[in-house]
Structure formats: C-alpha cells, structure tokens
C-alpha cells in the first residue's frame, strides 16, 4: 500500500476524474437532445427559449461540479481520510480473518 497522502491523492485524482466526466455526459446528452427536438421546438417557436434555459442548466451544473472538486481539494484530507482508515480496517480484518 502507498502512503496515506499518495492514497488520498489518488481518490481524490479518481473522483475528480469522474465529476468532469459526467459534467461531459450531461453536455453530450444536452446537446443531442436539442440537436434531435430542433425542428419540433423551431415550429413551436421554443427554439431559444430552450436554447437559453438549457445553456443556464449546463452552466449552473457544470458550475456545481467545479465548486464541489474546489471543496474536494481543500477537504480532501478529512473527506478520504476516514476513507483510508476504514479500508485499512476492513484489509486488516480480512487479512485476519484467513
């Protein structure tokens, strides 16, 4: 096992990873749904009604996932922290229990 930080580092690296792909896949779904409902939404005239509320939910969200990866990293140490420990006690029991 790596040291405690290394540990921590790699977590966080992982979820951070994570949150940034999903705000991807919420980005692709977005645009493939206005992409699919263009002409329906142009002959209701929604066109950028819906172009501007979709791009405000697209930036509150993608905001959301950049603040939550800044609080990740400032806590990160108390937030995997009791990650780490609890992995190590359950590695310790199994590795007692053999």
Same mark, same amino acid.
């Given at each position: ?19 940034? #792909?999903?705000? !991807?896949?919420?980005? =692709? &779904? ?8 263009? %002409?329906?939404? @142009? ?13 405000? #939910?697209?930036? !509150?969200?993608?905001? =959301? &996932? ?8 400032? %806590?990160?140490? @108390? ?20």
């Amino acid at each position: 096992m790596g040291s405690h930080e290394s540990r921590i580092d790699a977590m966080y690296a992982r979820d951070k990873v994570a949150a940034y #792909v999903c705000v !991807l896949a919420v980005w =692709a &779904v977005y645009l493939f749904v206005y992409w699919r409902m263009y %002409d329906h939404l @142009a002959a209701a005239g929604l066109t950028w009604l819906m172009l501007a509320l979709g791009g405000l #939910v697209l930036l !509150l969200n993608t905001a =959301a &996932v950049v603040a939550l990866i800044r609080h990740y990293k400032e %806590d990160k140490a @108390a937030i995997y922290g009791t990650d780490v420990y609890y992995l190590d006690r359950i590695a310790a029991e199994k590795r007692a229990a053999r």
